[in-house]
């Protein structure tokens, strides 16, 4: 794509004034770096990214809400993070913290485990121990 016709289309890096460093080239052929405001494909993938995410941090809210899950799966959702991410940071074995997302076992859980969780969410233990979705 030559450096003039790099897209500068109006999207979610428009908004917070951020361009992204792309690769075009120049009138002699040679490769150069340009800033793009957007791409309205880009743009639209991303956007269905983050409608995928909260949609996924929503359902999980509702499931502890209904007390089918534990403020684990909702905080591990709300930080985008998955099971195998979750484990590394707590240091537990990845079936553990499964096992964890059941609100009988997580009542369950000692302050020494809760700390490690309530630490990699970065809000205090208490908060995280009385953790009830509005």
Avoid: C
């Amino acid at each position: 794509m030559k450096k003039k016709e790099v897209p500068q289309d109006q999207g979610n890096l428009s908004i917070s004034n951020l361009k992204e460093l792309v690769y075009a080239t120049d009138e002699k052929g040679n490769y150069t770096t340009a800033l793009s405001s957007g791409w309205e494909p880009k743009t639209i993938a991303l956007s269905n990214s983050i409608d995928e995410i909260n949609g996924r941090i929503a359902f999980a809210k509702d499931q502890v809400k209904k007390g089918e899950a534990s403020p684990i799966v909702y905080f591990m959702e709300l930080h985008k993070m998955d099971v195998g991410i979750l484990s590394s940071y707590v240091g537990i074995w990845k079936w553990r913290v499964k096992r964890h997302f059941k609100p009988t076992v997580f009542k369950k859980l000692n302050d020494s485990i809760l700390l490690k969780y309530a630490e990699t969410f970065e809000i205090s233990l208490s908060e995280f121990k009385n953790y009830e979705p509005n």
